[in-house]
């Protein structure tokens, strides 16, 4: 099946990584640009193979190109309601290809081809032919099948231009449909290749972490293969409406986590936010100085307000992991009513990056637009805190509740240890941190807790006993 191309095509080699010391080139990535498409059509030439602009032979050892990979297909059965799925999974089968590494989905989508597939005479005509025949083993509704991969900077971009008119018709039609309206949600587990321990789970109001899939998409996918990767949950009981946390929500994690998780809260980073795969068009992250909520999506090229990059921030909570006062998600889900909504929705979001802020422009209230900063108005704590204080940011109010609080209530000590020496100097005029539960590691195995907590102070220091 796969005699005439020269690297193994297998499952084996799902989760390869092609490290910068390995890849003969790059394709797409956030140096470039790139997309990928499925699109069900009438009359398509089954079989047909092609690449427009330079092959791998013609490129050179370190070279980035753009990549577009446009996917036709043709059967009886197949609805237009299968593409969105069907595309999703050109991450899982072009990671089969031994040397070609495949990150993300849609316009996001990061390609490697390593050293040694070069050497060994791989093409990318190669990958198109073993997508073609990977899909039609995956999908027998597939009847024909054409593959276009694109390399030349004039055809990618216009390409792009394409698959994001046809991305935003998908979505826009699942905004119309709330959690309210349905008794079934969805669980994927398509990352997990990466992610072992990633569940994701899909509803009306919150699509995948990857935004390539929503809940029209999940339902036409469990109806074509009720054992695959995409699954019914049965909405069931609701335990906390606002958090977003169900009974049958928890129990499917902990079954498909292995036992690691047993809790999830859809609708907040606190306390036992959504896992994290790796393949989400943003994170939301918790800014303590400022009480308040950052989010950075993986375009973003500075540093967020905590000092690091969308990949150091993304490296932390990826992999399955759940991290409490960070979340990875989509940028649909930034648009759905019931954004953040236990943490305050766009009353807590202190800063967006200017780009994804305009995006979001007529989701975002009206009046608060203005007040939420960008990467112009500030990147430092001090920065933003004088930008929230001039355009009276709601978290303002919020923080001065909470420091009224805390000079009424004492902080109980609830474990005394001998302490390492650790000097923590926050900003000068720090506001209120405050988390339910918050662990701070420090030298020596020593271990603070602080339960229901609100802290304010200029310096803390601690010093052995």
Known sequence: MFEDITVDVSPMHEGERIRSANMFVELAGPKSIGAELVQVEDNVEDGKLEVIGPELQDMQEGDIHPLGIMIKIQGEKLERELEGVIERRTHELCNYVKGFMHLNQRDQIWCRVSKEAMEAGFKLKDLAKALSILFKEEYSIIEAISITIMTGEDQVKEFVEKTRVTYEQRDARARELSDEDVDV????????????????????????????????????????????????????????????EYQNINEMVAERSQGTFDTVYLHSVFGYPHTSCGCFEAVAFYVPELDGIGIVDRDFRGETPLGIPFSSMAGQCSGGKQVEGFSGLSMEYMRSPKFLQ?????????????????????????????????????????????????HEHPIMERMKQSLEEVEETPVEEEEAMEYSEMDMEAVSMAPVAYAPELTVPTAGGVKIIFKNAKVYAEKVIIKRK
Not at 202 to 211: E, F, I, N, Q, Y
Not at 347 to 363: D, F, M, N, Q, T
Not at 366 to 376: A, M, V
């Open 185 to 244: 949600f969805y669980g994927c587990v398509m990352c997990q290749s990466f992610a072992p321990t990633h569940v994701c789970v899909v509803t009306p109001d919150r699509t995948a972490l990857c935004g390539a899939i929503n809940w029209f998409d999940c339902r036409a996918a469990a109806k074509m293969d009720p054992e695959g990767p995409i699954f019914e949950i049965v909405k069931g009981e609701v335990l906390d409406e606002v958090k977003g």
């Open 342 to 390: 236990a943490d305050g929705g766009y009353e807590r979001v202190i800063w967006l990056p200017k780009e994804i802020k305009e995006s979001l422009a007529e989701y975002i209230p009206d009046e608060l637009k203005d007040k939420i900063s960008t990467e112009e108005d500030g990147g430092s704590i001090k920065e933003i805190l004088k930008f929230l204080q001039e």
